[in-house]
């Protein structure tokens, strides 16, 4: 395989948007989620279509040794990985007291470690091929806190500020590494989520999938630290969230939250 690009979360969504790129643009791919059915069938269409090769390896991330099962996988066929993309994720709506801790554990294990363990484990083997590109997908609620969904805030607060780390870190050696920081996307996130019906979903219009996926694999291929793909949002949470009250922030934030 060539060219190889390992997507995380690539069932549905985001992930399966920038899994079409990738194939177009003539790249080899793996691809990671639990539903295998949808894996299978994007790997026939792609595969068809683009005339590309495709190993899918469905599991789940929430469990924190399948990283070093997908790593043990792709080095028992010999496959190089050069773009890492840390896509799966997910949210979960409610008072943390009162969600189950399970589905926060989950989101945790999804959203934070095995996207940390498939870095650890891809980014030595870049670096010594001095080649690579990562790109995480965060969220602009990685930028303040979440009332209603304070893991889910916390967790891409984490992808943030990891990859802008690593991204200063990894400078001298040619690898890249990108978050994309999407606002409201429609796939079907707010139904996992369980946020059907909050009003920032009233008030803000959602991308396409397809829409933020390109941009965020477009700012991938640039090298950027940071994408958007909603530029109101970006404004506000760089340049006039900071200087806000903070009880104040919260308190908005919270309302964009509620039902
Ligand atoms: N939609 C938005 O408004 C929005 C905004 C900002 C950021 N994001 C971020 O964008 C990323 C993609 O989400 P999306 O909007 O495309 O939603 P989505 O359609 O629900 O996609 C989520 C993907 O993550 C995978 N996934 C979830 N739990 C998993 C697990 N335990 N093990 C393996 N894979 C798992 C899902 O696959 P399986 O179910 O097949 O396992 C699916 O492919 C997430 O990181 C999300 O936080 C989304």
């Known amino acids: 395989m060539k060219n190889v690009a390992l997507i995380t979360g690539a069932s549905s969504g985001i992930g399966k948007e920038l899994a079409k790129i990738h194939a177009a643009n003539g790249g080899d791919l793996v691809l990671v989620a639990r539903r295998e059915k949808e894996l299978t069938e994007l790997k026939y269409s792609l595969e068809s279509e683009y005339k590309v090769q495709i190993l899918i390896i469905p599991r789940d991330l929430s469990d924190i040794n399948t990283p070093a099962e997908i790593f043990a996988e792709t080095e028992k066929q010999g496959i190089q990985v050069e773009f890492l993309i840390n896509n799966a994720g997910f949210g979960g709506h409610g008072f943390f007291h009162e969600r189950e801790i399970e589905k926060d554990r989950a989101m945790v294990n999804v959203n934070i470690t095995s996207l940390m363990l498939l870095t ?40 943030t500020s990891f990859s802008q ?95």
């Open 165 to 259: 780390a690593l991204a200063e870190e990894l400078k001298e050696t040619g690898i890249t590494v990108t978050a994309l920081c999407p606002g409201p996307v429609a796939t079907g996130f707010f139904d996992t989520a369980n946020m059907n019906g909050v009003k920032m979903l009233k008030t803000q219009k959602a991308m396409t999938p397809a829409k933020t996926a390109a941009i965020g694999y477009r700012d991938m291929m640039k090298g950027r630290l940071l994408s958007f793909d909603n530029g109101l949002l970006k404004f506000l949470l760089n340049w006039m969230v900071p200087l806000l009250p903070r009880r104040w922030v919260l308190k908005v934030s919270r309302m964009t939250m509620e039902k």
């Open 120 to 159: 650890r484990l891809y980014l030595p083997g870049m670096v010594e091929r001095k080649k690579g590109k990562i790109l995480n997908v965060s969220s602009t609620a990685s930028f303040l806190p979440g009332p209603l969904q304070a893991v889910y805030y916390a967790s891409k607060a984490f992808v």
